[in-house]
């Protein structure tokens, strides 16, 4: 099982960035893919959950409304669109799996990550 995060990197305040997601060794459509963010000296956050096959979609409440997950089964890819973003959305985004169709933000229930992509929100 093997996920590859992409498309980090700095931006202004009120700008936007969408996070890729990529796996390869298993097919990802049918299973749970959850976003998470670490900003240094914090605790890992979950961020947004997409659930397998019926595609439900979970966030937390500090990004309702600005991030949009999604997924494009034919790429084997899942998607985090980021509008708005404020300085304090800067971390370090993970993405990560269990491979169940379960999908939650708690990061403990969650066996396979990524290595991460940095998102700095400056101006």
């Known amino acids: 099982v093997q996920l590859v995060e992409s498309g980090g990197g700095l931006v202004q305040p009120g700008g936007s960035l969408r996070l890729s997601c990529a796996a390869s060794?298993?097919?990802?459509?049918?299973?749970?893919i959850g976003w998470f963010r670490q900003a240094p000296g914090k605790e890992r956050e979950g961020v947004s959950c997409?659930?397998?096959?019926?595609?439900?979609?979970y966030y937390t409440d500090s990004v309702k409304g600005r991030f949009s997950i999604s997924r494009d089964s034919a790429k084997n890819t899942v998607y985090l669109q980021m509008n708005s973003l404020k300085p304090e959305d800067t971390a370090v985004y993970y993405c990560?799996?269990?491979?169940?169709?379960?999908?939650?933000?708690?990061?403990?229930?969650?066996?396979?990550w990524g290595q991460g992509t940095q998102v700095t929100v400056s101006s």
């Open positions: 990560a799996t269990e491979l169940s169709t379960y999908c939650s933000l708690l990061a403990y229930e969650y066996d396979h």
């Open positions: 997409i659930s397998g096959y019926d595609r439900n979609t």
């Open positions: 060794e298993f097919t990802l459509d049918r299973y749970a």
